[in-house]
C-alpha cells in the first residue's frame, strides 16, 4: 500500500467515531498493510478487537454509567439482551457493565455503517483502480 493509498484509508478510518473514542487512534497507517486485501473488512475488525480498541475509554463509574444508560438504552431492553447474548448472568450484571457492553456494542456497530467503504477501498486499490472516496458527514 502506497502512501496515497494510506491517507486515503486513514480519511475513511478518521470518520469512524463514537463519543471520546475514535478507530483510527487504535491504527497507526504502517500497520494498513497488515489489513488482509481479501477480507478487509473481517481483518481490520480482529485487528481492532485484538488489541481490545473496542474496549478501550470504557465506564468506570457508576454515574457515568447511569447517565450513559439512560441517554442511549433507558428501557434496558437493549443491554439487557446484550448481556444474555454474551452469556451474562443476573448476578454479574451492574449499570456499569451494562453501559460497557452496550458502548462496545455501539462501536462495533458503528463500524458496519463503514463496512462499505472499506471493502470498496480495498476492492478499488487492488483493482488498480483510481480510488475515489467521498468524504461522509
Known amino acids: 500500500m502506497n ?3 494510506k491517507q486515503q484509508l486513514k480519511q475513511i478510518l ?8 475514535r478507530l483510527s487512534d487504535y491504527i497507526d497507517p504502517e500497520y494498513y498493510d497488515q489489513i488482509d486485501e481479501d477480507s478487509p473488512f473481517e481483518s481490520l475488525i480482529d ?10 475509554n470504557n465506564i ?5 454509567a447511569m447517565k ?20 451474562y448472568g443476573v448476578l454479574d450484571l451492574d449499570s456499569v457493565t451494562l ?11 458503528l463500524m458496519k455503517d ?11 486499490m487492488q483493482n488498480n483502480n483510481n480510488i475515489k472516496f467521498k468524504e461522509t458527514n
Open 68 to 87: 450513559f444508560l439512560d441517554e442511549y438504552d433507558d428501557s434496558l431492553e437493549l443491554s439487557l439482551y446484550i448481556a444474555h447474548r454474551d452469556g
Open 14 to 21: 478518521d470518520q469512524i467515531e463514537f463519543l471520546d473514542w
Open 3 to 5: 502512501e496515497a493509498h
Open 99 to 109: 453501559a460497557n457492553l452496550l458502548l462496545v456494542d455501539m462501536r462495533k456497530d
Open 114 to 124: 463503514y463496512e462499505r467503504d472499506i471493502d470498496n477501498f480495498f476492492y478499488e
Open 60 to 64: 468506570k463509574k457508576y454515574s457515568k
Open 47 to 56: 485487528f481492532l478487537d485484538y488489541r481490545d480498541a473496542f474496549e478501550d
